[in-house]
Each structure stands twice: as structure tokens, then as C-alpha cells.
């Protein structure tokens, strides 16, 4: 599961559009919307400081969070945010509302594990990683952290396809076809011989 839920406070926005989106930037608020969940969507403003550390965590994207509105609650998942492209300061962000059977589409990164344990990246392989992160369909109550790929017993030449990660119950990929998530891959000095003989005789 991903990491643990968090609550923000936000306050109603009367007017939209970039004038009062400007003054409440300059009033360290960002501009933001709830939606979704055959409801009206609801404009809101939260605390820069707040929303920025939360994306800096981590988990931004794949954490459902609570949003207290004028002591209204509502459960959401961030579905996009904008950064200043030049500051680098959150801009606007929009979430989606959730409930106990809301499928999402999210990204989920990717973990390689047992590296060590790899023939191929100990006689000098590379590991050329393909997808960084898998987009898949699964309910917005269970969003896996990350999946793990390992890469025990991996040789150069091998390939890692999605059919050998374990994905949670009710988690299914979003591209219907066992795609590759990397491959290792021969250094263009090519490989240590011996140490490869060495490997084949232990």
C-alpha cells in the first residue's frame, strides 16, 4: 500500500481565473479544484508550504489524502499539478474525488532488487531500464507503493517482462501486453571473460 494518508485544510474559492489565482499566490495560497464522483467541482485554495513539502515527500500522486473544506471532509487522490516552470513553485493542483470502489489509473514506480545476485551485472552487464514506472487500474484504497523487480539469476541478454512481477489483487496494467520493463545489456567495453568463466565454474 502506499504511505500513509494525510489531511489538508483548504478554504472555498469565491472567484476563478488568473487574477485572484495571482493574488492568492502572492497570499501563499495555490489554487485548486475537487472533482469528479458525479459531483460539482468545488475550487479551493491551500497553504504553498503545505502542498509543496507533500510533493517533495514523495508518493504525491499514489497517496489518497483528506481535504477539509469549511468543515466539510472530502477524500481525494491528486490527479495533476502544474509547476512555475522557471521558479519551480507549485501552480494549481487538481484531485479527484474518491470513495471505497473509485477505480483510479495511476503511475506506480518501479524497485530493482538483487542486483547482486545478477550473473550479468557482476561481470560488468548494464542494466538498461526501460520503464521507470508502470501505469496500471486498481482501487483508489489500495494504490501499491512500488513493485519490486528482481533481477536474481538475470544474465546479460536477459530481458525483465511484467509478467514476472507479482501485481496486488485488483491491480491490472494499463497496456494489455506483457511488456518489457528492462533489459541488461552487454558494456560497449564489453565483458569481463574471466570473470564470466569464473561465474560458470562457481
Known sequence: MSQETYELKAEARERVGKGSARELRRNGLIPAVIYGDKQAPIAIALNTNEVTKRIHAGGFMTTVATIEVDGKKYKVLPKDYQLDPVRDFT???????????????VEIPVHFINEEKSQGLKVGGVLNIVRHSVEVHCPADAIP????????GKKIGDSIH???VTLPKGVTTV??????IATIVAPAAGVD???????AEA
Open 91 to 105: 501552480m494549481h493542483v487538481d484531485f479527484l474525488r474518491v470513495s471505497g470502489n473509485t477505480q483510479v489509473t
Open 145 to 152: 507503493e512500488f513493485f519490486d523487480v528482481d533481477l536474481g
Open 162 to 164: 511484467i509478467s514476472e
Open 175 to 180: 497496456i494489455d501486453r506483457d511488456f518489457t
Open 193 to 199: 571473460e574471466s570473470a564470466e568463466e569464473g561465474e
